[in-house]
């Protein structure tokens, strides 16, 4: 399975972004989908999780009330549209991927996107 995250730019503070995840093959309606994001010299960390049918969703304090995860089965695809961005919010973002059960932590996830920049200046 190959993760193709795309979507990431430069904006400014307060504007919104959408971010994609395209699976290769058709294993996205069976696996957990997280996002994750990285900045130089910090460990990668959680950003939003969604359920492989949608229903269930959970986002890191930084995320809520910004941050929607969703999903798209039919296209393989998973979305995180990021809302009111802050320049805090600035890094590089991945997808992930798992079979199983919803999990936070970056050593759950077995199948990784090659990550979009994501710059927000204030």
């Known amino acids: 399975v190959q993760l193709q995250a795309s979507g990431g730019g430069s904006v400014q503070a307060g504007d919104s972004l959408t971010l994609s995840c395209a699976a290769s093959a058709r294993t996205l309606s069976n696996a957990i989908i997280g996002w994750f994001r990285q900045t130089p010299g910090k460990e990668r960390e959680f950003v939003a999780a969604i359920s492989f049918a949608g229903g269930r969703t959970t986002y890191a304090d930084s995320a809520k009330d910004r941050f929607v995860i969703s999903r798209d089965n039919a296209k393989d695809t998973a979305y995180l549209l990021m809302n009111s961005l802050k320049p805090e919010d600035t890094a590089v973002y991945y997808c992930?991927?798992?079979?199983?059960?919803?999990?936070?932590?970056?050593?759950?996830?077995?199948?990784w996107g090659q990550g979009t920049q994501v710059t927000v200046s204030s």
């Open positions: 992930a991927a798992r079979l199983g059960s919803m999990q936070i932590t970056t050593k759950y996830y077995r199948y």
